[in-house]
């Protein structure tokens, strides 16, 4: 894990010179495109009018000398081997830019998460997730709804709020998911320092890679 954290860091250390995509939010509802506002994230797919990548070089660079070698360190997978990645990012949470992440549901089958930073770079900024037997109840509720959820699941010890070390793996189960349902989540505002998060969002996968994901993860958890 030691060589992994070194490339981890040297990837930020490069991509944190690159503009970011800084678009308005635009997977979610209305409500929550108001409330998040800006991505603050490096997107890798991201396309310009005439469907190539925008960035070459951040695709290309990047993705395939850094993205490759983390992901497959930390999961197991290769993602130029394995079908079904279709969106992938980098984002920045920082109390000056995108602090937070409202709670919502993925809008795809699995969501890798891969931790960049050390939980001593900043403060705040812990992962929220609820289990899958909650989405019933939180599908059909607004932002500040969803949020009474968290705290209340949070304070009986139903959901579970992560600082995850440098490295370290997220599993979550999107709202295409056949076998689960799909897990309410966010991210409690960073008040200092710099949290960065490799997000890798994963649809139409073979049976291979379902099970390779679901196996990252406590089953017990996702459920």
Request: with cysteine; net charge neutral.
């Amino acid at each position: 894990m030691t060589d992994t954290k070194l490339l981890i860091k040297k990837m930020i250390s490069i991509i944190d010179t690159f503009p970011m995509s800084n678009r308005e939010e635009t997977v979610s509802s209305k409500e929550e495109q108001l409330i998040k506002k800006h991505e603050f994230q490096w997107d890798f797919f991201l396309q310009n009018e005439k469907g190539k990548p925008k960035d070459r070089f951040t695709y290309d660079y990047i993705f395939e000398e850094y993205i490759r070698e983390i992901v497959f360190n930390c999961t197991n997978i290769d993602l130029l081997r394995e079908p079904g990645l279709n969106w992938a990012f980098i984002r920045k949470y920082e109390a000056s830019g995108r602090a937070k992440l409202e709670p919502h549901f993925d809008s795809d089958e699995y969501t890798v998460n891969i931790m960049l930073s050390e939980p001593s770079e900043y403060k705040g900024g812990e992962f929220i997730y609820c289990p899958s037997k909650y989405y019933k109840e939180s599908k059909d509720i607004n932002i500040d709804e969803k949020k009474k959820l968290i705290n209340r699941l949070l304070s009986e010890g139903n959901a579970f709020k992560l600082k995850p070390e440098m490295g370290e793996t997220i599993v979550l189960a999107g709202q295409y998911q056949n076998n689960l349902e799909p897990n309410l989540h966010c991210v409690f505002p960073v008040t200092e320092g710099k949290r960065y998060v490799l997000c890798l969002f994963f649809d139409k996968t073979c049976n291979s890679l379902a099970n390779k994901i679901i196996n990252l993860y406590n089953e017990k958890k996702l459920n």
